[in-house]
């Protein structure tokens, strides 16, 4: 079955500072998601990438996937203590038989010194 | 919309006891799943329903775990007996359609449960 890991598993960065999370697959990416999750609460959509070599930003996140549709980095520039939280990356994971498995990776927990 | 809405958002138990968590998806969403997160385990999905119909419960840990989801606007989950290891956040998610929608999944507050 598919997988995704993450890395890092956790992020300590000072206001300010770029990063960088990178999210790996098992196998080929269908769709790849990225959501953000604070802390004790519900996952929030980001952004959706589909095809290879595709990137998106939202604010000042910024979402590619690679030309082999296995890889997606997510990058944030000048982050901000409201960037902190968790980030996962989720995928479409195709069954043979035509059924969906939305699969998570692992998580990185980000948390930004102001 | 109100999204989708769950219910308790906290749920303290003693072990041996049923658990019911619910979950109201946003209204014309065909696809609801079940996730629980912990800190070892991460997001797992447990079941997944499309239009009513549960399609994989593969993730669905043992007999005492049953999801029932009788019309398109209500899902519960059900533990029955609670045991200490089920103690974990529940969500519940839904999505207009299976198969990589351009606008995600949009999930709810989650339910803590934790059972003593």
């Known amino acids: 079955s598919q997988e995704l890991e993450q890395s890092p598993q956790s992020l300590i960065v000072q206001e300010g500072k770029n990063l960088t999370i990178n999210c790996t697959s098992s196998?080929?990416?269908?769709?790849l998601y990225w959501y953000k999750q604070k802390y004790g609460e519900g996952l929030i959509f980001l952004m959706m990438?589909?095809?290879?070599?595709e990137e998106k930003s939202h604010e000042k996140i910024t979402a590619k996937l690679d030309e082999k549709k296995q890889q997606s980095s997510l990058h944030i520039t000048a982050s901000q203590p409201s960037h902190a939280g968790i980030y996962l990356c989720?995928?479409?994971?195709?069954?043979?038989?035509?059924?969906?498995?939305?699969?998570f990776g692992t998580g990185t927990r980000l948390k930004v010194l102001a | 919309d109100a999204g989708v809405i769950q219910s308790p958002r906290h749920e303290v138990t003693e072990m041996g006891q049923e658990v019911t968590l619910r979950c109201k998806p946003i209204?014309?969403?065909?696809?609801l799943f079940w996730y629980r997160q912990t800190m070892m385990r991460g997001l797992e999905l447990l079941i997944y329903?499309?239009?009513?119909?549960?399609?994989?419960d593969s993730g669905m840990p043992e007999d005492r775990f049953s999801a029932k989801m009788p019309n398109a606007s209500f899902s519960t989950l059900k533990i029955q007996p609670s045991e200490p290891r089920d103690s974990a956040v529940y969500f519940c998610?839904?999505?207009?359609?299976?198969?990589?929608?351009?606008?995600?999944?949009?999930f709810g507050s989650g339910t803590r449960l934790t059972v003593v």
């Open positions: 998610a839904s999505s207009l359609r299976l198969g990589a929608p351009n606008y995600g999944y949009t």
């Open positions: 209204s014309g969403h065909n696809s």
């Open positions: 329903f499309n239009n009513n119909v549960p399609i994989d």
């Open positions: 990438l589909q095809k290879g070599g």
């Open positions: 989720g995928a479409d994971n195709r069954g043979t038989s035509g059924t969906y498995k939305y699969i």
């Open positions: 196998k080929t990416l269908y769709g």
